[in-house]
């Protein structure tokens, strides 16, 4: 495979549309929960994303590699992958889509916590330390400062906030998984296989558990699994693999930032959401370490050239 490249115009405005579909999916689940419970929302679109890929790898002639025990890491990252939609599933029964969307996308400060107890090679630098202990806080603060509003967020918004959390650290874990595991060479398509089909059994297996499996047939309905299981879980997921095969992966992780960005302003437009003071303080503050730690390169060199261009001015200016 030829070396991966910096971003261009084309992965950039593929990154732009990837980040807002993946900030809207929150909205979906959320705005079809008068219709159907976010968790077996969830477990249908992931168990008809698993069809769809199972279909497209079926034509292009690439199986499941079960021997040499390569199901036992697929196994585990399904299983988180799932735990994730499943204690998601159940935060947004209880917290704002925008709220959920923030706390799930503390993910990459969680993997990158793990891959540097794991992998030497992922040594966690200064500027990320920095970008960790910032992101930490604005959680915090988001969680301690709810009094200072009396916004309703939902019905019980301290515990979803703390699900959508939870759902964060298990996706962190599942990219830890993955790259310490065979699965980090194994097709793209087989690891998203796994993820999707644990998805699919969790979700369904909890909206069971709890009760959650009534619904009312309906064209929005209709429309907005749809556009769960084509565009979000499979389309998108597919060229988000795509980029990674073409793009360096550090400058396309430098976008993380924008999801939760997106899903906050669509949240308050888009579902009328509030927005109390103290999240808001508090997100940008994990917005912040979220860029310090996915893209502490850039930080580091625009630093670098800052101090250049400071060092390289005559005296007197």
């Known amino acids: 495979m030829s070396a991966r490249k910096p971003l261009d115009t084309q992965a950039v405005a593929l990154m732009l549309l990837l980040c807002t579909i ?6 979906a689940v959320k705005a079809g929960a008068v219709d159907m419970a976010p968790l077996l929302q969830i477990g249908l679109r992931s168990g008809i994303s698993a069809v769809l890929l199972a279909l497209l790898m079926a034509y292009r002639g690439e199986r499941v590699l079960w021997r040499d025990g390569a199901w036992r890491p697929g196994a585990l990252a399904g299983a988180l992958f799932g735990l994730e939609f499943l204690v998601v599933g159940e935060g947004l029964r209880h917290t ?3 709220h959920m969307v923030v706390f799930l996308y503390t993910a990459p400060i969680f993997a990158a916590l793990g891959l540097h107890w794991r992998l030497r090679a992922e040594a966690l630098r200064t ?5 960790i202990a910032v992101a930490f806080g604005g959680i915090a603060w988001a969680f301690l400062g709810r009094g200072t509003s009396g916004a309703a ?3 019980n918004p301290l515990l979803g906030d703390a699900l959508g959390l939870l759902g964060g650290a298990a996706w962190g874990a599942t990219t830890v998984a993955i790259r310490c595991s065979r699965l980090s060479s194994a097709p793209a398509t087989e690891t998203l296989l796994y ?3 644990g998805g699919c059994v969790l979700a369904l297996a909890g909206a069971l558990a709890f009760g959650q499996m009534s619904f009312t047939l309906t064209p929005r309905l209709l429309g907005n699994l749809a556009f769960q299981s084509i565009v979000v879980s499979f389309a998108s997921y597919l060229a988000w693999c795509w ?9 396309l992780g430098v976008f993380s930032f924008l999801t939760p960005l997106i899903g906050v302003g669509a949240g308050v437009v888009l579902l009328g959401e509030p927005l109390e003071p103290a999240f808001v303080q508090g997100a940008l503050l994990v917005l912040a370490g979220i860029v310090l730690v996915s893209g502490h390169a850039w930080v580091a060199q625009a630093l670098a050239a800052l101090r250049a261009r400071t060092l390289g001015k005559p005296r007197g200016i």
């Open 22 to 27: 993946w900030a809207l999916q929150q909205i």
């Open 96 to 98: 704002s889509a925008s």
């Open 127 to 131: 500027l990320q330390w920095a970008g």
């Open 153 to 155: 967020v939902g019905d």
């Open 195 to 197: 993820q999707l089909v």
């Open 243 to 251: 980029l990674l095969r073409r793009y360096l992966a550090s400058r």
